[in-house]
């Protein structure tokens, strides 16, 4: 059902950002353009447990569905439930397509949450004809070329349109795109269309994220088991927002140590606040810093007392997570490759990668671990940063990213083949839990030990 490569390309971009042969980058396309199969939820140990929220989704799921789709664990990250697709009827979806007059249409990034099992919120439809009754079963469509205008009332016709699925309206036109000739009402907030199948497969079920239990993206989760953070010690979260692996740092933690999160965009940090309010982790302080500035070799080292604000003093933290702003390539499904990003905005990148490093290797103990993330695809910001940091910091040895649930690092790049297999890379190469393939976002994570 899942067209080949259903999304707008430009192959001459392609070649100059992914560097791949033209065998290779029609592959890694291929995969990119698909969503993940399983969705995964991190439970919140010091909140729920495991088999009480695997109860409550496995009701909602019963609910929902014939044949629910599994349930099921990860041995080695056991906060981790992760979901199978559904047993969707392929001949049931074509013939919905014929029997269905009404459609509704959706931003890209819209039809790429749709696509991961998520529902429409108003925000995300830009036309839905007028006519259509509340309840009614709509097919839904994704505008690829952005030119679908916000408020459509008519069908809208072009050939980069995609189907996505079925849903039901459960808001009308004038609730999603507030009253015509507008007085001062407001546009309604909330779900517009709730999804019952999509061309994917993924459960339709929305985000049920809550204080017990997080939806997550699975390498995401590993990042953090990897870092391994200890109950007691000092972390440093230095891109933390919006917060999802600062909050799972602080779970592992058992809620006792220090976990510093910063972040450099301002208007992420007050939502961030709100939320780790919410969760009432008291290990977690937040500040509204540019981490590249974050070592100050002037400041004098800190008592061992509570630390104060950022910039902070050399050899201070036991653990630093640098999972760095990035290119985002691996963030499935790209319906638009290359997304909205210059050729000057991808060269970034590096640099501020490389300035990240520069300020977390003296902050680091003598011993300390740094875990480096990507959700990208890119070799450069990848086993290219890597290399990178082995040439330029003698203290900083590379270990094994263990717990390892991904894949190897390239091939054939400045890594060597020990290297290589030290770091992880969620790609194509998907392996199987529980008979399930653990086909994930694309992801990079690398371990360093500071020697000395
Ligand atoms: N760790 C986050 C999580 O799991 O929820 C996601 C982090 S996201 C990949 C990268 C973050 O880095 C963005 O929130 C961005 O605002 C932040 N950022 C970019 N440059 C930064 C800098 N110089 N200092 C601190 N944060 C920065």
Redo the contacts with the bound molecule.
């Keep these: 059902m899942f067209p080949k490569s259903p999304f707008l390309r430009n192959p001459l971009m392609e070649s100059q950002i992914l560097q791949r042969n033209p065998i290779q980058l029609e592959e890694l396309m291929n995969w990119l353009c698909r969503p993940p199969t399983i969705t995964t939820y991190r439970v919140n140990t010091l909140r729920t447990t495991v088999p009480a929220f695997k109860q409550k989704l496995q009701e909602i799921l019963d609910e929902r569905y014939t044949h629910p789709p599994k349930l099921y664990e990860v041995p080695s990250i056991p906060e981790v439930l992760c979901i199978s697709p559904t047993s969707f009827n392929v001949v049931d979806m074509k013939q919905k397509q014929s029997d269905l007059q009404r459609e509704v249409v959706v931003d890209s990034c819209c039809g790429a949450a749709l696509l991961r099992g998520a529902h429409i919120y108003a925000p995300g439809v830009l036309a839905m004809e007028a006519g259509t009754k509340l309840n009614e079963e709509v097919l839904v469509y994704a505008d690829l070329a952005g030119k679908c205008k916000q408020g459509t009332n008519i069908q809208y016709d072009s050939v980069d349109k995609i189907f996505l699925g079925v849903g039901v309206v459960r808001m009308q036109r004038h609730q999603i795109f507030g009253p015509a000739k507008s007085s001062t009402a407001e546009p309604l907030k909330g779900v517009a269309v709730e999804m019952i199948e999509t061309i994917s497969g993924v459960p339709t079920i929305g985000d049920l994220s809550c204080n017990e239990a997080l939806l997550q993206n699975l390498p ?1 989760i590993v990042c953090v088991r990897v870092l391994n953070p200890q109950p007691g010690e000092r972390v440093l ?9 600062t909050s799972h740092i602080a779970e592992v933690m058992g809620d006792e140590g220090e976990v510093i999160a ?4 301002t208007n ?1 940090i007050s939502s961030m606040l709100e939320k780790i309010t919410s969760l009432a982790l008291k290990s977690i302080s937040i500040y509204n810093f ?3 500035k974050a070592f100050n070799a002037a400041k004098e080292a800190e008592n061992n007392e509570r630390l104060g604000k950022p910039p902070f003093a050399a050899n201070t933290f036991d653990k630093i997570l640098l ?4 290119s985002a390539l691996g963030n499935r499904p790209l319906l638009v490759f290359p997304p909205n990003m210059s050729q000057r905005m991808l060269e970034s990148y590096p640099k ?1 990668q490389r300035k ?1 490093f520069s300020a977390a290797v003296p902050l680091l103990k003598p011993n300390g671990v740094l875990v480096y993330s990507t ?1 990208t695809v890119t070799e450069e910001e990848n086993e290219g940063m890597v290399a990178w940091v082995l040439d330029t910091f003698p203290q900083m040895s590379l270990v094994p990213a263990t717990p390892h649930l991904g894949d190897i690092g390239l091939e054939q790049t400045a890594l060597s083949n020990v290297e290589r297999q030290y770091v992880q890379r969620f790609g194509q190469q998907a392996k199987e839990i529980e008979g399930v393939p653990f086909d994930t976002v694309g992801f990079f994570i690398a371990k360093f030990l500071k020697e000395y």
């Design positions: 995401s979260d230095m891109c933390a927002a919006p917060g999802n692996k910063l972040d450099k965009v992420k540019d981490a590249t999972d760095a702003p990035c501020v990240l959700c």
